[in-house]
């Protein structure tokens, strides 16, 4: 009960009045931060559905070009040809913050600006399947690395919006119904206080009243 927990004066009635001020604000704050964040992440659900399906396709052809390739070159031959690549990635990580959440950013740089680069091999003794599966792979790279990116913001976004929801209903459920709750107690305290002081304020000047009386009378 709250009459078990705290002390009903004035000076407890402006500190939960003020606690209650800021638990609403907070409330709606969080709120809108939670629905924003619902919003921006089904955005990018969207965004990886259709990527993902793009980056299995792209995998998928290029899966069919090695194979190709393997009906008409022999594995030497193949493994020889990729065993020393031209071409070389590095790829920076940053952040960005959305709605509190720093989210990944990947960008990557080729060593050479040279597309022909990613092919490492002479093109006398290889197939033109082999050409077809490297470049499916070097086309769909930028996509993988959107998608490993885009799904880690999820995972991200998806912990905080879990956090943000917690924190609303535990301000609309518990702290904000239960500072209503003690200060509406306070509020009836303090009302019943004053009136047993105003009831013994009353009777002492009755008192005083009927004493000057009797006085009056006995002169």
Same mark, same amino acid.
């Given at each position: 009960?709250?009459?078990?927990?705290?002390?009903?004066? =004035?000076? +407890? *009635?402006? @500190?939960?009045?003020?606690? !209650? #001020?800021?638990?609403?604000?907070?409330?709606?704050?969080?709120?809108?931060? =939670?629905? +924003? *964040?619902? @919003?921006?992440?089904?955005? !990018? #659900?969207?965004?990886?559905?259709?990527?993902?399906?793009?980056?299995?396709?792209?995998?998928?052809?290029?899966?069919?070009?090695?194979? !190709?390739?393997?009906?008409?070159?022999?594995?030497?031959?193949?493994?020889?040809?990729?065993?020393?690549?031209?071409?070389?990635?590095?790829?920076?990580?940053?952040?960005?913050?959305?709605?509190?959440?720093?989210?990944?950013?990947?960008n990557y740089k080729t060593r050479t600006p040279d597309s022909n680069d990613i092919y490492s091999y002479g093109f006398a003794n290889t197939s033109c399947d082999l050409d077809d599966a490297v470049k499916s792979l070097a086309d769909i790279f930028p996509d993988m690395l959107k998608l490993a990116e885009i799904e880690k913001s999820c995972q991200l976004m998806a912990s905080e919006i879990e956090k943000t929801r917690r924190r609303v209903n535990a301000l609309e459920h518990v702290v904000i119904p239960e500072t209503q709750k003690n200060i509406k107690y306070i509020t009836m305290k303090l009302d019943e206080n004053e009136r047993s002081t105003q009831i013994r304020l009353m009777k002492v000047k009755e008192m005083l009243y009927k004493e000057n009386i009797e006085k009056k009378m006995a002169e």
């Open positions: 009960m709250a009459g078990n927990t705290i002390i009903p004066t =004035r000076m +407890e *009635l402006t @500190r939960l009045k003020k606690k !209650l #001020v800021t638990a609403v604000r907070g409330h709606k704050l969080l709120k809108d931060k =939670r629905d +924003e *964040l619902m @919003r921006q992440f089904l955005d !990018l #659900v969207k965004e990886n559905k259709a990527l993902r399906e793009k980056v299995e396709q792209g995998i998928h052809n290029a899966n069919k070009n090695f194979v !190709l390739a393997k009906a008409v070159m022999q594995d030497e031959v193949i493994n020889t040809a990729l065993l020393a690549p031209k071409q070389s990635v590095s790829i920076e990580v940053s952040e960005k913050n959305v709605m509190s959440v720093n989210i990944p950013v990947f």
